[in-house]
């Protein structure tokens, strides 16, 4: 055969291909082409001895998930999408990879407050507005001649019937109900989960933060979250009322996430994680905290009941144990995450936050009073 012929000369610093010389076979072409000061002993690891095609250098691969790490128990679960051919690309200073994160936590929870109170301001101002709108249209109702089977007569008292909690919640719900319908198309799936599935190894370290606060890739996963997110709606925003509720919610969300991404660094146990558990854990602990004598229930067995502080020691005891022992099912820093940030901002953190607000408020209030004006200043 034709490439059998080819030697290879290698120097150590260069190469070059020379033709057959006589039939002689590589080593004896190669020898006699080697310099004698190179074919002594000691220098012989500069002749190359083979013929034939060398093998071309393997590329460094990036970094998979761990073997034995929460990227392996995370493709078992089945709360989680499967992410057997994802590549995750772990940072060589894996603290640097939490600054970006911190920054956008603080950043996004300041936003997130102050477009709450702003919001307060505003429904406040619109309030008389409002119920004299809602008096109009009563009085129109009365006169106008109504309509047997009216769907959408129907849906509005469906609507009026529900509290304010539920009615804030239904929202969250619809979302999340949106994106598990995302997870069911195909060619969506690589974008969902770079976007919705929060991992510290991945490249998209920001937006996921918030948005795999909406996403649930299993059923029973989401229909449980919201199950529990609609039981404690109206208790919640009875506290906080809606506008602070969504704000404690995002930011919930953004900060429990957060604190799963300190506790993969820590660990070394990378993996992607998502749904609402750490948001809606701030819920639950918020409440129980509040109310620590209300009657908690499971859903699967109502005949026992204990009361809500004993529940929140019970879920923190848990999801320490299930931190520290490296229980992968659930996402337990991100449970464990939620859980302290709901206890902390009832016990201070509305006094510290929400009851400060009045100078945004104000500032607020003079940019809406002291617009720019209709034909000011001079040209």
């Known amino acids: 055969m034709a490439w059998r012929g080819w030697a290879w000369r290698g120097w150590g610093c260069g190469q070059s291909w020379v033709p057959p010389v006589g039939g002689r076979s590589c080593e004896e072409l190669t020898a ?13 690891f500069f002749i190359q001895q083979k013929c034939g095609f060398r093998k071309a250098p393997r590329k460094a691969e990036p970094r998979r998930s761990d073997t034995g790490t929460s990227g392996e128990a995370y493709k078992r679960s089945a709360l989680i999408p499967p992410v057997e051919e994802t590549v995750f690309h772990p940072s060589p200073y894996p603290i640097r990879t939490l600054i970006k994160p911190l920054f956008f936590t603080v950043g996004f929870t300041g936003c997130a ?15 008389v507005q409002s119920y004299f709108d809602g008096i109009k249209a009563d009085w129109l109702d009365s006169i106008r001649p109504q309509k047997e089977g009216d769907f959408r007569k129907e849906i509005n008292k469906w609507w009026n019937n529900l509290s304010d909690g539920q009615r804030t919640v239904t929202g969250i719900i619809a979302a999340n109900v949106f994106v598990f319908c995302l997870w069911r198309v195909p060619s969506l799936q690589q974008m969902m989960i770079k976007y919705f599935t929060s991992n510290p190894a991945s490249k998209v370290l920001c937006s996921p933060m918030l948005l795999s ?9 989401m229909a449980a ?5 609609w039981s404690f709606s109206s208790s919640i925003v009875n506290i906080l009322g809606q506008e602070q509720f969504m704000a404690v919610y995002l930011s919930a969300g953004v900060i429990s996430t957060f604190v799963s991404y300190v506790c993969k660094v820590a660990t070394g146990r990378y993996g992607p994680s998502l749904g609402a558990s750490g948001a809606i854990m701030t819920v639950l602990a918020a409440v129980c905290t509040k109310i620590p004598e209300g009657r908690l229930a499971i859903i699967f067995l109502p005949m026992f009941t204990f009361t809500a502080g004993n ?10 144990a299930g931190m520290i022992l490296g229980w992968k099912f659930f996402d337990h820093a991100a449970h464990l995450g939620g859980a302290l940030f709901g206890i ?8 510290l936050i929400w009851k400060n607000r009045e100078p945004l408020v104000k500032i607020w209030h003079e940019m809406r009073t002291n617009g720019p004006k209709k034909g000011g200043g001079p040209k």
């Open 32 to 44: 006699s082409l080697a310099p004698p000061r190179l074919l002594g002993r000691r220098f012989n």
């Open 213 to 221: 606060t909406f996403s649930h890739y299993s059923l029973f996963h």
């Open 113 to 127: 407050f102050g477009s709450a109170a702003i919001w307060q301001y505003e429904s406040l101002k619109s309030r």
């Open 344 to 351: 902390w901002y009832i016990t201070y953190g509305h006094e």
């Open 311 to 320: 529940a929140l020691k019970a879920i923190i005891a848990m999801d320490t």
């Open 225 to 229: 979250n919201m199950y529990v997110l």
